[in-house]
């Protein structure tokens, strides 16, 4: 079945540095890839929907120049998190579309933040 | 964004009991799917519904589209330990997915 890897798992960064975050479908292309944040105990909320070739469409009150997507290949979709504040930690998950399948919506594992 | 509205927001059950939580929404979603979330996991789908009154199984997992295509609901029949986890219900609308608040199951030996 479809497989999206996420990467790092965790990380930790000290504040104003900024952290990649990268998703990876392994075993189909994705024109269409979602980040979501989870904030603990918290659901999935939407962050951006990103697209391979172009501007990623970002949701109401998300910063686009904070959190800068980036998607150059049909496997590939990079989050970074821009002078990067403790009020950014949180888990970050993306999920992409096997476009083959009907409803091939598969998520990575997540990356858990923490900023200090 | 859309608001997907979860019940029950936790539930601690007996091993062997059978489970029941539900999603509604104010918005017409043309797929509902549910998902359940281990700790420091990202979700992982259990049963996707595409129509308007589907019923579909999976295991001892039944999940029904309602037919105002606002609500869907998730049974779990004869609980077991790993059931235990977080479970979102998800709307898709213009090939975006909106979550539910969320389910917390905990099962009791």
């Known amino acids: 079945g479809a497989v999206v890897s996420q990467h790092p798992s965790r990380v930790i960064c000290k504040s104003g540095t900024s952290v990649k975050i990268e998703c990876r479908s392994l075993d189909f292309q994705a024109t269409t890839m979602f980040w979501y944040r989870q904030f603990p105990k918290q659901s999935l909320m939407l962050m951006a929907t990103?697209?391979?070739?172009?501007?990623?469409?970002?949701e109401q009150g998300v910063e686009k120049d904070k959190f800068l997507i980036n998607h150059a290949s049909l496997t590939l979709s990079t989050l970074t998190v821009t002078s990067a504040h403790p009020e950014d930690s949180s888990f970050y998950i993306c999920s992409a579309r096997d476009p083959g399948r009907d409803y091939g919506y598969t998520f990575g594992s997540g990356t858990r933040l923490t900023v200090v | 964004g859309q608001q997907l509205n979860q019940s029950p927001q936790s539930m601690f059950i007996q091993e062997g009991e059978d489970v029941s939580m539900n999603c509604t929404s104010s918005?017409?979603?043309?797929?509902w799917l549910w998902y359940k979330q281990d700790p420091g996991e990202g979700p992982v789908l259990l049963i996707a519904l595409y129509k308007a009154g589907e019923l579909t199984s999976n295991g001892r997992l039944t999940a029904q589209f309602g037919i105002t295509r606002k609500d869907s609901f998730l049974n779990i029949s004869a609980s077991i330990p790993s059931d235990v986890g977080i479970y979102f219900c998800a709307g898709r609308l213009n090939n975006q997915f909106y979550f539910g608040t969320g389910t917390s199951l905990t099962v009791i030996p």
């Open positions: 990103s697209n391979e070739g172009s501007k990623a469409t970002y």
């Open positions: 918005s017409i979603f043309n797929t």
